[in-house]
């Protein structure tokens, strides 16, 4: 790479930007350190030139001072106002003048934006960006929300909050995003009434994103007049990137086969863009230099009106270097201009590193330059039109496939063929069509409206394709997060093994991305000084290349294009082949376990769930939490697009970041929606064995709903009564000790309001250690086992004291009675409530009563996820996401 010193810089720079991101202090010191002496000893022994060890040395250096500088200065300038409340967890009352510095997005009975102020209570020429929630009261205040627009002066009052963070392991941390943004507060306002909303009195710069913003919501409501239903979403998200009105089931679907690249704007829109401009300027007869120019100027107007997001930021800055490099006939290579894309945004923008759109679209499109060669040497049996297709969507998968399952932890085995089917059908078709008739409706309504029927139709088959090849989780694969080492270790072997196979199949076929024909410094005007030095270290690299060569030879190595192969590669690639499927293994099954058992305490809110992780790796699911929805018919305006739903939006994901990929057994303790109400989502996105429950039922559509997904999926349902035990491996066994009454095969299941009462009510030993779980239990259910079930719980004459008890109903003051304390007599409780729930749980009679007893008590409201670690010997060390962690025995 020593002859591509814009890619060497970049790539450096892009190093220290994430070592300085992972690390700080002495240990980022280290890692500067190391690196560079690493470096000077590589380059020495290749007797590479002074200039690219100093130019990679400054990259490391100068993005590592960088990325801290940035890091450092991204302080909130209000932190004096948390000396003035209470407590941080707790609202600040605040008055704040300023601009909204972002669209207004109003969803249901909330109104979103960004909110840069100017004045803060009496403080002036404060400037903080602050995350604005409105909450909207009537539907008139929606309709005047609606109005909003960016580049609004508001004069606000509210409370101002701290983003939450993380409340579960390698949960989402909404804190961080929005630091990432540059955002540090909340401020949340109750009705409209405290926000008064003026347009600006004078024209600004900034007033383009205005007019900008204005634009997209005509071409929005264009496409909604054009199409209907879920067309008009999927069409938004498919022209302008829109993906606000995208049918949430729709984008699901896309997700699972690796497709949602369509609809976020890419590369292949610009080339689309691109490629019809300059085809109707050279009808018109154009000159190319001409055309050239306009387009470059227009490209940036087309990366505003489809979103700016990272990756149509990407190509817009990638297409417009490569358009004027055309036109002067300067830096034709590919990398060049995709390191040049690269660094500047970084420079403009650190934090564009951890953005996974920026991440996938620049590491896709590099290994589309490097790899789509070498996999068109396997492909050469193919008419090249198709090889061309494949070998492009191959080299995409395999590039993109560690960071897909790094962020989304799955991956279909359908995926390859889905792209290959999809992917020519929608650009090709579907978009240009959706494009042309866009336009044509602004002329001809009525012929742009037989277009967009045709278009509904081709939707229509799109959307039944992706749904059949849905249709059962077997081709999903559920995959844990992987560690960075994992997936350097993957690119390296994936890299050799593509290199050395493809110089076996013959001479490797270059593309764009592989050709250096960068016209040298000295010609660009550079230096005569710095072109010498260049040219020096050109010809001792070339020296020592001779020198090399030499040595390669009379070592058994021969030539194939342009790199040398032991003449026992094969055994090389055997190794590398072996070595790429135990990598893949060890990522699928993640870390071993090695004899312990978890108990994972999953922080839901105001509800339950729990993960029992066995020692032999089983997995059992102890409810999954669920929202409850206490909202009237008349208010089904208030209803968001895409409402917060527990289960799909913590339980599942959290599941999969944890590599379960099938649920051995889920435990539904009873039927009320924070136990239960998760569990839609789980049926629907994870493989679950079996199911038990208490065999009754409530007046809950939400729960029928569930059970017959259930039977749809054919997952067995059994009934737990006292004395059933469940075994999931020789360490683990489930004991429940509830009601003793056993339905027959032919009855109907019983509805039961009082569902508390029927909670399943089961004690887990695992590697010795003992927990007892009791859902909502009541303190009649506590005494009827304790007197009905002793038979079973007692032992020598007494009942042996519990490891942990899962505290009854959120810590009601109805359950954990002091009978019940006095019998089991646990060393740990945990209590699973919502922060600041509208109960008010736990009470402070069960918690003072649990301190009298001597147990150690966890609470999720206070620290999270709470997660135990069962080792073989039956010792518990506990965790805390959120508070320090603790061990007990």
Same mark, same amino acid.
């Given at each position: 790479?020593?002859?591509?010193?814009?890619?060497?810089?970049?790539? /450096?720079?892009?190093?220290?930007?994430?070592?300085?991101?992972?690390?700080?202090?002495?240990?980022?010191?280290?890692?500067? +350190?190391?690196?560079?002496?690493?470096?000077?000893?590589?380059?020495?022994?290749?007797?590479?030139?002074?200039?690219?060890?100093?130019?990679?040395?400054?990259?490391?250096?100068?993005?590592?001072?960088?990325?801290?500088?940035?890091?450092?200065?991204?302080?909130?300038?209000?932190?004096?106002?948390?000396?003035?409340?209470?407590?941080?967890?707790?609202?600040?009352?605040?008055?704040?003048?300023?601009?909204?510095?972002?669209?207004?997005?109003?969803?249901?009975?909330?109104?979103?934006?960004?909110?840069?102020?100017?004045? $803060?209570?009496?403080?002036?020429?404060?400037?903080?960006?602050?995350?604005?929630?409105?909450?909207?009261?009537?539907?008139?205040?929606?309709?005047?929300?609606?109005?909003? !627009?960016?580049?609004?002066?508001?004069?606000?009052?509210?409370?101002?909050?701290?983003?939450?963070?993380?409340?579960?392991?390698?949960? /989402?941390?909404?804190?961080?995003?929005?630091?990432?943004?540059?955002?540090?507060?909340?401020?949340?306002?109750?009705?409209?009434?405290?926000?008064?909303?003026?347009?600006?009195?004078?024209?600004?710069?900034?007033?383009?994103?205005?007019?900008?913003?204005?634009?997209?919501?005509?071409?929005?409501?264009?496409?909604?007049?054009?199409?209907?239903?879920?067309?008009?979403?999927?069409?938004?998200?498919?022209?302008?990137?829109?993906?606000?009105?995208?049918?949430?089931?729709? /984008?699901?679907?896309?997700?699972?086969?690796?497709?949602?690249? $369509?609809?976020?704007?890419?590369?292949?829109?610009?080339?689309?863009?691109?490629?019809?401009?300059?085809?109707?300027?050279?009808?018109?007869? $154009?000159?190319?230099?001409?055309?050239?120019?306009?387009? $470059?100027?227009?490209?940036?107007?087309?990366?505003?009106?489809?979103?700016?997001?990272?990756?149509?930021?990407?190509?817009?800055?990638?297409?417009?270097?490569?358009?004027?490099?055309?036109?002067?006939?300067?830096?034709?290579?590919?990398?060049?201009?995709?390191?040049?894309?690269?660094?500047?945004?970084?420079?403009?923008?650190?934090?564009?590193?951890?953005?996974?759109?920026?991440?996938?679209?620049?590491?896709?499109?590099?290994?589309?330059?490097?790899?789509?060669?070498?996999?068109? +040497?396997?492909?050469?049996?193919?008419?090249?039109?198709?090889?061309?297709?494949?070998?492009?969507?191959?080299?995409?998968?395999?590039?993109?496939?560690?960071?897909?399952?790094?962020?989304?932890?799955? /991956?279909?085995?359908?995926?390859?063929?889905?792209?290959?089917?999809?992917?020519?059908?929608?650009?090709?078709?579907?978009?240009?069509?959706?494009?042309?008739?866009?336009?044509?409706?602004?002329?001809?309504?009525?012929?742009?409206?037989?277009?967009?029927?045709?278009?509904?139709?081709?939707?229509?088959?799109?959307?039944?394709?992706?749904?059949?090849?849905?249709?059962?989780?077997?081709?999903?694969?559920?995959?844990?997060?992987?560690?960075?080492?994992?997936?350097?270790?993957?690119?390296?072997?994936?890299?050799?093994?593509?290199?050395?196979?493809?110089? !076996?199949?013959?001479?490797?076929?270059?593309?764009?991305?592989?050709?250096?024909?960068?016209?040298?410094?000295?010609?660009?005007?550079?230096?005569?000084?710095?072109?010498?030095?260049?040219?020096?270290?050109?010809?001792?690299?070339?020296?020592?290349?001779?020198?090399?060569?030499?040595?390669?030879?009379?070592?058994?190595?021969?030539?194939?294009?342009?790199?040398?192969?032991?003449?026992?590669?094969?055994?090389?690639?055997?190794?590398?082949?072996?070595?790429?499927?135990?990598?893949?293994?060890?990522?699928?099954?993640?870390?071993? !376990?090695?004899?312990?058992?978890?108990?994972?305490?999953?922080?839901?809110?105001?509800?339950?769930?729990?993960?029992?992780?066995?020692?032999?790796?089983?997995?059992?699911?102890?409810?999954?939490?669920?929202?409850?929805?206490?909202?009237?018919?008349?208010?089904?305006?208030?209803?968001?697009?895409?409402?917060?739903?527990?289960?799909?939006?913590?339980?599942?994901?959290?599941?999969?970041?944890?590599?379960?990929?099938?649920?051995?057994?889920?435990?539904?303790?009873?039927?009320?929606?924070?136990?239960?109400?998760?569990?839609?989502?789980?049926?629907?996105?994870?493989?679950? !064995?079996?199911?038990?429950?208490?065999?009754?039922?409530?007046?809950?559509?939400?729960?029928?709903?569930?059970?017959?997904?259930?039977?749809?999926?054919?997952?067995?349902?059994?009934?737990?009564?006292?004395?059933?035990?469940?075994?999931?491996?020789?360490?683990?066994?489930?004991?429940?000790?509830?009601?003793?009454?056993?339905?027959?095969?032919?009855?109907?299941?019983?509805?039961?309001?009082?569902?508390?009462?029927?909670?399943?009510?089961?004690?887990?030993?695992?590697?010795?250690?003992?927990?007892?779980?009791?859902?909502?239990?009541?303190?009649?259910?506590?005494?009827?086992?304790?007197?009905?079930?002793?038979?079973?719980?007692?032992?020598?004459?007494?009942?042996?004291?519990?490891?942990?008890?899962? +505290?009854?109903?959120?810590?009601?003051?109805?359950?954990?009675?002091?009978?019940?304390?006095?019998?089991?007599?646990?060393?740990?409780?945990?209590?699973?409530?919502?922060?600041?729930?509208?109960?008010?749980?736990?009470?402070?009679?069960?918690?003072?009563?649990?301190?009298?007893?001597?147990?150690?008590?966890?609470?999720?409201?206070?620290?999270?996820?709470?997660?135990?670690?069962?080792?073989?010997?039956?010792?518990?060390?506990?965790?805390?996401?959120?508070?320090?962690?603790?061990?007990?025995?």
């Amino acid at each position: 790479m020593t002859d591509r010193p814009l890619l060497v810089f970049t790539f /450096f720079w892009v190093f220290g930007s994430g070592a300085a991101c992972m690390y700080s202090g002495w240990d980022l010191i280290f890692i500067q +350190v190391g690196i560079a002496l690493l470096l000077i000893v590589c380059f020495i022994w290749k007797q590479a030139g002074r200039l690219y060890i100093g130019c990679m040395v400054m990259s490391l250096l100068m993005s590592s001072g960088y990325w801290e500088w940035n890091d450092a200065r991204n302080v909130s300038e209000l932190q004096f106002l948390i000396k003035d409340s209470v407590s941080e967890d707790e609202g600040i009352p605040l008055f704040a003048e300023g601009v909204i510095v972002s669209p207004v997005k109003v969803d249901g009975d909330r109104a979103d934006f960004v909110f840069s102020t100017r004045r $803060i209570n009496d403080h002036e020429e404060i400037m903080e960006k602050v995350q604005v929630q409105v909450k909207l009261l009537t539907e008139e205040e929606r309709e005047r929300a609606i109005a909003w !627009k960016r580049g609004d002066v508001a004069r606000i009052t509210g409370q101002l909050e701290v983003p939450g963070e993380a409340r579960n392991f390698e949960g /989402f941390d909404y804190r961080q995003y929005l630091r990432t943004n540059e955002i540090h507060w909340l401020f949340k306002v109750k009705g409209i009434e405290n926000t008064i909303v003026s347009e600006p009195s004078e024209w600004k710069l900034s007033h383009i994103l205005r007019w900008n913003d204005g634009i997209r919501q005509y071409i929005g409501d264009q496409i909604d007049v054009l199409f209907g239903g879920v067309h008009a979403g999927y069409m938004k998200g498919l022209i302008i990137g829109e993906q606000g009105d995208l049918d949430p089931d729709t /984008f699901a679907e896309f997700s699972r086969l690796g497709l949602t690249h $369509i609809l976020a704007i890419s590369g292949m829109h610009v080339a689309v863009f691109v490629g019809s401009l300059l085809f109707i300027f050279s009808a018109f007869r $154009i000159t190319r230099e001409t055309s050239l120019t306009i387009v $470059i100027f227009l490209i940036p107007v087309y990366v505003l009106l489809t979103g700016a997001s990272p990756s149509i930021v990407r190509a817009g800055i990638m297409g417009m270097i490569g358009l004027y490099a055309a036109r002067r006939g300067l830096l034709k290579d590919g990398m060049h201009i995709l390191s040049a894309a690269a660094l500047g945004m970084l420079l403009w923008n650190p934090y564009f590193l951890v953005n996974v759109s920026f991440q996938l679209s620049f590491l896709v499109t590099a290994g589309l330059m490097v790899f789509v060669s070498k996999l068109m +040497v396997f492909l050469s049996f193919m008419p090249r039109w198709l090889a061309g297709s494949v070998g492009v969507t191959v080299a995409a998968q395999l590039v993109s496939f560690p960071l897909t399952i790094y962020y989304f932890n799955q /991956f279909s085995l359908l995926s390859l063929v889905a792209n290959l089917v999809m992917v020519p059908l929608i650009s090709l078709i579907v978009l240009p069509m959706g494009t042309t008739a866009l336009i044509l409706g602004m002329v001809w309504f009525s012929g742009a409206k037989w277009i967009a029927v045709m278009i509904e139709w081709l939707n229509e088959f799109t959307f039944s394709v992706v749904e059949w090849m849905n249709s059962s989780l077997a081709f999903l694969m559920i995959w844990p997060s992987p560690n960075l080492w994992w997936i350097i270790l993957y690119y390296l072997i994936l890299y050799t093994l593509l290199h050395i196979g493809s110089k !076996k199949k013959g001479s490797v076929h270059a593309t764009s991305g592989a050709i250096d024909d960068t016209v040298p410094l000295s010609e660009a005007g550079a230096p005569r000084a710095i072109a010498a030095r260049l040219n020096d270290d050109r010809e001792r690299y070339n020296y020592s290349q001779s020198r090399m060569s030499g040595w390669l030879r009379s070592n058994g190595f021969h030539r194939l294009a342009n790199g040398y192969v032991k003449y026992g590669s094969g055994a090389v690639v055997a190794i590398l082949v072996s070595l790429f499927i135990v990598l893949l293994y060890s990522g699928y099954h993640g870390t071993s !376990k090695q004899g312990s058992g978890w108990v994972q305490f999953l922080d839901v809110g105001q509800g339950d769930s729990i993960l029992v992780t066995t020692p032999e790796g089983k997995h059992v699911l102890i409810d999954a939490g669920g929202t409850t929805n206490f909202r009237k018919e008349k208010d089904a305006w208030k209803e968001r697009s895409r409402p917060f739903e527990v289960g799909a939006k913590v339980v599942v994901p959290l599941l999969k970041k944890r590599g379960v990929h099938a649920l051995d057994m889920v435990m539904i303790t009873h039927n009320h929606q924070d136990h239960s109400g998760g569990l839609q989502a789980v049926l629907e996105e994870i493989p679950v !064995k079996s199911i038990i429950f208490n065999g009754t039922l409530a007046k809950s559509k939400t729960f029928e709903e569930l059970m017959v997904t259930a039977v749809n999926l054919g997952i067995p349902v059994y009934q737990a009564g006292a004395g059933s035990i469940y075994r999931p491996d020789q360490y683990t066994e489930f004991q429940f000790l509830n009601s003793d009454s056993q339905l027959k095969e032919t009855e109907v299941l019983p509805v039961v309001e009082d569902q508390n009462h029927e909670s399943l009510v089961f004690e887990l030993k695992m590697n010795e250690a003992r927990f007892l779980f009791t859902g909502d239990a009541d303190e009649k259910a506590e005494q009827k086992i304790l007197t009905e079930q002793v038979d079973r719980i007692v032992e020598n004459g007494r009942i042996r004291p519990l490891d942990v008890l899962k +505290v009854g109903h959120h810590g009601s003051k109805t359950s954990t009675s002091e009978g019940w304390l006095k019998a089991w007599k646990p060393e740990a409780a945990v209590i699973s409530a919502g922060v600041n729930n509208m109960y008010r749980h736990p009470h402070p009679d069960v918690v003072e009563r649990l301190q009298r007893y001597g147990a150690l008590t966890f609470r999720t409201d206070l620290r999270g996820e709470i997660q135990m670690k069962v080792s073989r010997t039956g010792k518990i060390d506990v965790r805390t996401k959120l508070r320090a962690d603790d061990e007990l025995h």
